[in-house]
């Protein structure tokens, strides 16, 4: 991690942001949601992206109505299967252990007015400096670049239903 401010975050902190978080299988993070879904909507809201990937497959390669029919059902129960089971108690303490830490960890960068960001390099590396001398250095970014061409700005002003219309 390079450190270009003054924090507050515990060695603890540091040591998850250098390791990053354990894999918690997707189907299982449910727990570690505040969402006010069913467990049933979830799934189905999680499903979406599956489908979708799966009609592009079977626009693709043409495949047989009733097989395709007959796999969505399955691919469906063993996703629906996937998200009751039961997790291992001690997958489910650390998920919610680093929970509490990430939750911490925002917390700290917050009230610190700290940007933590993931440099643009193959090496997991993070940078930790204060949200104002980010937002200075990029703006200053902005104006001296020629790598762009800034057509319209969209704020409270400028939605982007308007500059769509224009």
Excluded at 44 to 60: C, D, G, I, Q
Excluded at 67 to 86: D, H, T, V
Excluded at 155 to 164: A, F, V
């Amino acid at each position: 991690m390079i450190q270009n401010a003054v924090h507050n975050l515990t060695f603890e902190q540091i040591k998850f942001l250098n390791r990053g978080p354990t894999y918690v299988p997707p189907c299982q993070l449910h727990i570690l949601t505040k969402s006010s879904f069913t467990l049933a909507q979830l799934v189905t809201k999680e499903m979406v992206p599956l489908r979708r990937h799966l009609t592009k497959l079977f626009t693709k390669y043409s495949v047989d109505l009733s097989r395709r029919m007959n796999f969505e059902k399955e691919i469906q129960l063993a996703f629906n299967e996937s998200f009751l089971a039961q997790m291992p108690s001690m997958l489910e303490h650390r998920a919610l252990y680093e929970k509490q830490i990430i939750q911490s960890i925002r917390y700290s960068l917050n009230k610190d007015q700290l940007l933590l960001r993931r440099t643009a390099d193959d090496k997991n590396t993070y940078y930790l400096g204060q949200l104002d001398e980010f937002h200075e250095k990029s703006n200053e970014y902005i104006e001296n670049s020629n790598s762009y061409e800034l057509f319209a700005i969209i704020d409270e002003n400028h939605t982007e239903e308007q500059q769509l219309k224009e």
